[in-house]
């Protein structure tokens, strides 16, 4: 993908350093034990200010420094959703919805979110509740080496899903089927959040189809790139590799194939009329 020199979104809130307080950074726990301890014994408040200044750097080395790979991910990560917002705010008001940028929390391990504390186990996730997209920066080493979904635009495609679950709550189709998924027993609950899944698909091949014409994005082997994410991640795929065995009523995401036709029909039409994932009959 084609993203050098694209702007980058400041719609970002990097939480991977998070419980490290600025102003005791790369002192360490042991420094900062220490200049107490001799600010304690000594009464010289010198001892603790030199600590915190510079004296405390030789102590403990901050060991959290992202490497220049990861920023560099970080950085991809900023101007993809830079690119999804301006594709939404010039599309969707032609649906007569406006749309608000959220925000992507970028971490690594756990977080805290409105949906409830999130581990890096349970993958990327859109939290209705704060308008946030959660991404752990593990989980593309984890596409990339155990499912087998490497490159940029898969990368880029995982944004825009969430990106698109977003979406889905500016246009009010979230808050129905979360409204009709109360009303009736888990197979059809399920069925309604493969139909949901899907349409964020959609919505990522939308993105993908704008983004392209606005600034010629796509190069070479990107949109297989993101076609083989869409396969990697079907439900069928991941329990077929989890569990040996696929249970299709427990479906939640739809299969690889059904990934992948609807992120196509969104990239080839760009047309959010065609996505209508809940009156589709054949998936
Ligand atoms: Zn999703």
Known sequence: ???????????????????????????????????LAVFWLTGDPGALVGALGNG???????????????????????????????????????YGAEYRDPTLVLFRGAVD????????????FYCPGDEQLYLDLGFFDELESSLGAPGDFAQAYVVAHEVGHHVQRLIG????????????????????????????????????????????????????????AAAKIGDDNLQRRSQGRVVPESFTHGTSAQRVRWFKKGLETGDLEQGDTFAARDL
């Open 173 to 228: 189709v979230e808050e129905k089927v979360r409204a009709a998924q109360q009303r009736v027993g888990e197979p059809e609950a399920n069925e309604l959040s493969v139909r949901m899944e899907l349409q964020a698909d959609f919505l990522a091949g939308v993105w993908a189809h704008h983004a392209n014409r606005a600034g010629n994005v796509l190069e070479a082997g990107d949109v297989e790139e993101a076609l083989n």
């Open 113 to 124: 979110s409105a949906c409830g504390m999130a581990e890096s186990a349970v993958g990327p």
């Open 1 to 35: 993908m084609q993203w050098r020199g694209s702007r980058l979104s400041t719609n970002v809130d990097d939480r991977r350093r998070l419980g490290i307080p600025g102003g005791f950074k790369g002192l360490g726990a042991v420094g900062l034990v220490v200049a």
């Open 56 to 94: 405390g750097r030789s102590v403990s080395a901050d060991t959290s420094e992202p490497s220049a790979t990861e920023e560099e991910l970080a950085n991809f990560l900023r101007s993809v959703l830079a690119s999804t917002e301006d594709v939404w705010t010039e599309q969707l008001p032609r």
